[in-house]
């Protein structure tokens, strides 16, 4: 059973910059799409940035020309750089992977960000 672990959240000022770690405990990027959601109390939890197999990556919006994913295949890890961040930014951070082949998805437990003066 694959499981993925977040860290690298915590309290930043507005305008300030964090990144996000997922480790994964197995090599799996070469059949798992990989990728970083958010989710606030109450509300759905929303995609912020995926990574294929194939190495292509995608954004929403809100965070196009911010934050940047990628991965580090050799340390089984993908991550989050977060730069210029907003007040809304705030937000318990998932770490997600999907099979190419089975669609199964795996989360990890989240880390949360707060961006406050």
């Known amino acids: 059973q694959v499981q993925l672990v977040e860290s690298g959240g915590g309290l930043v000022q507005p305008g300030g910059s964090l990144t996000l770690s997922c480790a994964a405990s197995?090599?799996?990027?070469?059949?798992?799409?990989m990728g970083w959601y958010r989710q606030n109390p109450g509300k759905q939890r929303e995609l912020v940035a995926t990574i294929t197999s194939g190495g292509s990556t995608n954004y929403a919006d809100s965070v196009k020309d911010r934050f940047t994913i990628s991965r580090a295949n050799a340390k089984n890890t993908v991550y989050l750089q977060m730069n210029g961040l907003k007040p809304e930014d705030t937000a318990v951070y998932y770490c997600?992977?999907?099979?190419?082949?089975?669609?199964?998805?795996?989360w990890g437990q989240g880390t949360l960000v707060t961006v406050s003066s």
């Open positions: 997600n992977a999907l099979s190419t082949i089975t669609r199964r998805q795996i």
């Open positions: 197995r090599n799996i990027f070469s059949f798992y799409d």
